[in-house]
């Protein structure tokens, strides 16, 4: 392939690298040019075009990627049409994505114009969910790179989706006087939730006695049942395990079972046991397990669901990646509670006012500087973060930043700049949280200036929710139990941040994150903002600026 700048006049056949806008028409990146083409460029007195010139045994774009998508085994995968150079795969059940991280790296060392990229080894789809894509990066390749490219996914296989598979699943849990049966209730129904995806069932719950001899017995009358013999049984302990001859791991042994790992590399989830009594898989799990969110148990149970056997080796190489996120009831790996001193939180408020207003219409006025009882809306804003005590007041500002920050005069806030604001929030919120970062804030109050409902009131009670949960969750009006605005985002999602792009808020963090998330049920004004004049006078505003 020739890339580079030619002539108009010689142009026909050529791919366009980069869009060509005329006054009847636009022509797109990777257009094949043709003689109707080459004539409007003419007449638009468009002398020369950035583009490339495929030579002989080159493949574009779309056709290479085919090309390769195709060498991959697609069972339970979906694969979309090629576009711009790429095909993605997606899950068409619920299952295990297992890749080969061998055969990925050798194919993408073929040409660095031919990628591909996916999920992580073992990792826990959903139907629908995208698992891999392979993409062609210039408009064309050769086709002699696509072949070797392609011979090594012949070769073995680079990905493969292991749909689960039903079991049927037998609880032993252990008692003693000091756990809740609540908590026991609780445990139940968290499995019941894990198994779900799967379509597996929990046929029965034995409760039994801390005792070795207790669970061994359990464990041996949930195998004799001819009505429905568990294919996986699951054990609680009311305590837990901390060696290798403690009740569960012991309890398998005297079942006539074998223990095949005690211990897991993986944190929250150390504390796990795996062994099988008569072909059974028994999982001795974890307490972080009467959890929802990812352990290491998860890890197990999603291999065993998928009809994998994890060996001893195996589960042994979990460690790296294996250290997951913090959990609130253990703040900091390996120490205890009573070695750290609680320090109080520190709140920043990102008041995000840099946006066009671009639904005021052509040359409109600013809806930040619509008046609400004589007051500027993006001064009302600041000055209801500022009466609630949320902490330093930061302003994003954009679009009109003079207008905005002399209606702001003497309020005492911080200004940053977004001088891409036309871009999209992403901007906006990455130079707040970079100032509200540099300043030791735990929490960032996300408030946009535009919501004329939101009073101190409702500030106050959703930074009183963030300290109350120790700044480890995220915090999040509705209304009427509908997500709304504003949230409150604790430190360990700042790097998250720093990594958004485009015109995107804060929502793929929130749900991506993991954390626990508590809803603030503020009403309406969750829910109301103000975008167009219509909006604002709605909402008791005056136009103004």
């Known amino acids: 392939m020739i890339f580079g700048e030619f002539a108009s006049g010689d142009a026909e056949g050529l791919i366009l690298a980069h869009a060509v806008r005329l006054a009847s028409c636009r022509l797109t990146k990777g257009h094949r040019l043709g003689s109707g083409d080459v004539a409007r460029l003419k007449d638009a007195g468009i002398g020369s075009v950035i583009a490339c ?54 194919f993408n060392r073929v040409d660095p ?32 790179s696509v072949e070797a490219a392609r011979a090594i996914l012949c070769e073995g296989l680079a990905f493969q989706l292991k749909y689960y598979q039903s079991h049927a699943v037998q609880l032993i849990a252990t008692e003693l006087p000091s756990l809740k049966p609540s908590v026991m209730d609780k445990t139940a129904r968290v499995l019941e939730q894990r198994l779900a995806p799967s379509l597996s069932e929990l046929v029965a719950e034995q409760r039994v006695e801390h005792r070795a001899e207790a669970v061994a017995a359990a464990i041996e009358n949930a195998l004799r049942r001819a009505d429905a013999r568990p294919s996986m049984i699951v054990v609680f302990g009311a305590s837990a395990m901390c060696d290798a001859v403690d009740v569960i791991p012991e309890s398998i042994r005297m079942a006539g079972g074998v223990v095949d790992q005690v211990g897991l590399p993986v944190d929250p989830g150390n504390l796990l046991v795996l062994g099988h009594v008569d072909g059974v898989p028994v999982i001795g799990a974890p307490g972080c397990a009467r959890s929802p969110k990812e352990n290491g148990f998860d890890w197990v149970l999603n291999r065993l669901l998928a009809g994998e056997v994890p060996t001893s080796r195996e589960l042994t190489r979990l460690g790296v990646g294996g250290l997951l996120m913090e959990i609130p009831s253990r703040p900091l790996p390996r120490e205890l509670a009573a070695d750290i001193v609680p320090q109080p939180l520190r709140m920043a408020v990102v008041l995000l006012a840099a946006g066009k207003s671009s639904r005021m219409g052509e040359g409109g006025r600013h809806k930040l500087l619509a008046e609400f009882e004589g007051e500027p809306l993006v001064r009302r804003s600041a000055r209801i973060a500022l009466e609630a005590g949320a902490g330093e007041i930061i302003v994003v500002t954009g679009h009109r930043a003079g207008e905005i920050a002399a209606s702001l005069e003497g309020l005492g806030v911080t200004y940053v700049h977004n001088p891409d604001y036309g871009s999209g929030m992403a901007g906006s919120l990455k130079g707040g949280f970079a100032a509200a970062s540099a300043g030791g804030a735990d929490g960032v109050l996300v408030l946009l200036a535009d919501m004329p409902g939101i ?91």
Do not use: W
């Not at 195709?70 to 979906?78: E, M, P, T, V, Y």
């Not at 990628?115 to 064309?140: Q, Y």
């Open 455 to 545: 009073s101190v009131s409702d500030l106050q009670a959703l930074v009183a929710a963030f300290r109350t949960a120790g700044g480890r969750s995220i915090v999040r009006a509705v209304a009427a139990g509908k997500r709304g605005n504003p949230v409150i985002l604790p430190r360990s999602t700042f790097e998250a941040v720093k990594r958004l792009e485009g015109d995107i808020g804060a929502r793929p963090i929130i749900e991506t994150a993991g954390l626990p998330i508590i809803d603030v049920e503020i009403g309406l004004a969750a829910r109301l903002d103000v975008d167009t004049p219509e909006a604002v006078v709605a909402a008791g505003g005056v136009l103004k600026g």
């Open 113 to 144: 114009a031919i990628t591909l990229a996916c999920l992580a080894d073992h990792s826990d789809v959903r139907e629908g969910d995208l698992v891999a894509t392979v993409k062609i990066i210039p408009l064309a390749v050769a086709g002699a």
């Open 53 to 106: 010139r495929m030579e002989e045994g080159d493949l574009g774009e779309d056709a290479a990627a085919e090309r390769c998508a195709s060498a991959i085994d697609g069972n339970n995968l979906r694969l979309s049409e090629a576009a711009t150079g790429r095909v993605n795969f997606y899950a068409t059940c619920n299952g295990l994505f297992v890749a080969n991280k061998d055969v990925v790296d050798r």
